[in-house]
């Protein structure tokens, strides 16, 4: 085996390139930044919930940014935190971390059909993104992470078919 300082350059493995600017979709302006990504591997093929962010409520701690494994959350213009859904494994870090109420909150994968930009969606319909995003909330159910607590799903799950099947009665009664 050869020693270090031996070895030929090709075998190095490069690394992932760096980020670049953000592109505002209503002004064109470029700004904040976005971490450059692996293209083949996606980690969101096992996400269950994912986080939604409040961009209203945002106090631009850089918490979630920082503490998210996957680095997911690419700063806008504003310097907000979008989260690039493809790049993120549902993991609730971000949450967790976030001190401000409410402001990314994870919801089911469920309510979703793409990984479209959260933040794009916010600059084009400020209002209907509010609005969607306080139906989303509204309907979470309690669910700890089982990262952490190990045992816990099998307690809530029954719960929430339970609340599940008791909400299908009711509408079917009315």
């Known amino acids: ?5 031996e070895m030929r350059d090709g075998i190095a493995i490069p690394s992932i390139a760096p980020g670049h600017k953000m592109k505002d979709p209503i002004t064109g302006t470029e ?5 450059a990504r692996n293209p083949t591997f996606k980690k969101y093929a096992t996400r ?3 986080p939604v962010v409040d961009f209203d409520k945002c106090i631009k701690c850089t918490l979630c940014w920082l503490a998210c494994p996957d680095s997911c959350f690419d700063v806008t213009p504003e310097n907000l935190y979008d989260a690039n859904l493809e790049a993120c494994c549902g993991c609730g870090v971000c949450e967790a971390v976030c001190p ?5 909150t994870m919801v089911n994968e469920t309510h979703f059909s793409d990984n479209s930009s959260q933040w794009q969606a916010y600059r084009k319909d400020a209002e209907g ?9 509204a309907t979470r159910p309690e669910r700890s992470h089982g990262f952490r607590f190990r045992g816990q799903y099998e307690e809530q799950v029954p719960a929430i078919i339970q ?10 009664q009315a």
């Open 31 to 35: 700004g904040g930044f976005q971490p």
């Open 48 to 50: 269950t919930m994912r």
């Open 1 to 5: 085996m050869p020693k270090w300082h």
């Open 129 to 137: 993104y509010k609005a969607n995003l306080a139906s989303l909330i």
């Open 100 to 104: 401000e109420p409410n402001c990314v």
């Open 163 to 172: 609340a599940a099947e008791a909400e299908q009665q009711k509408q079917t």
